[in-house]
T-cell receptor, first 118, second 111 residues
Framework: GAVVSQHPSWVICKSGTSVKIECRSLDFQATTMFWYRQFPKQSLMLMATSNEGSKATYEQGVEKDKFLINHASLTLSTLTVTSAHPEDSSFYIC??????????????FGPGTRLTVT | GEDVEQSLFLSVREGDSSVINCTYTDSSSTYLYWYKQEPGAGLQLLTYIFSNMDMKQDQRLTVLLNKKDKHLSLRIADTQTGDSAIYFCAESNTGGFKTIFGAGTRLFVKA
């Protein structure tokens, strides 16, 4: 089946620094990737939709200058948390849609990245 | 806006059936999903149903959809301890992959 990887799986950083999280579709091409944030014991909150070769579409209330998204290729999207603060600590999950025609309605989720800002 | 609601907790005994319920508000929902999340892991698609279907069965899983009431349920037959996880109900429409998730139901299976 389709596999999505995330790197790193966990990261600890100091307040004020920036952190980059990678999301890769390993065996399929994804023109669309999604970035979610999950708080403990809560649902996934969609942060933004990442489209290959164009600007990301951010959900209401998500600061685009703080959460920089780049979707440079059909297999890679990155989320950079800039000037991180402790309240940015969370579990970040990406997903990718398989647009090759195999299964068009399904998203494949990465394993998530746990970010802790000290 | 779109909203998906589900109960937050369910406890069953091993071997019993589990039924997790979900309601949604978007009448244009085309795809309805059930995802499973184990601790510290990402989401795994368990099953899905198209909005023009009433029921779908996949081994131990049965999905029932009442489109009129916008109610979706997931039944797990012969629930095992390995089924303990958080189950998310989700919906999307024909506009694309954008998916709205419920808050998740934490299933606890007692041996």
């Amino acid at each position: 089946g389709a596999v999505v990887s995330q790197h790193p799986s966990w990261v600890i950083c100091k307040s004020g620094t920036s952190v980059k999280i990678e999301c890769r579709s390993l065996d399929f091409q994804a023109t669309t990737m999604f970035w979610y944030r999950q708080f403990p014991k809560q649902s996934l909150m969609l942060m933004a939709t990442s489209n290959e070769g164009s600007k990301a579409t951010y959900e209401q209330g998500v600061e685009k200058d703080k959460f920089l998204i780049n979707h440079a290729s059909l297999t890679l999207s990155t989320l950079t948390v800039t000037s991180a603060h402790p309240e940015d600590s969370s579990f970040y999950i990406c997903s990718a849609g398989d647009t090759s025609g195999r299964v068009s309605y399904e998203q494949y989720f990465g394993p998530g990245t746990r970010l802790t800002v000290t | 806006g779109e909203d998906v609601e589900q109960s937050l907790f369910l406890s069953v005994r091993e071997g019993d059936s589990s039924v997790i319920n979900c309601t949604y508000t978007d009448s244009s929902s085309t795809y309805l999903y059930w995802y499973k999340q184990e601790p510290g892991a990402g989401l795994q698609l368990l099953t899905y149903i198209f909005s023009n279907m009433d029921m779908k069965q996949d081994q131990r899983l049965t999905v029932l959809l009442n489109k009129k009431d916008k109610h979706l349920s997931l039944r797990i037959a012969d629930t095992q301890t390995g089924d303990s996880a958080i189950y998310f109900c989700a919906e999307s429409n024909t506009g694309g992959f954008k998916t709205i998730f419920g808050a998740g139901t934490r299933l606890f299976v007692k041996a």
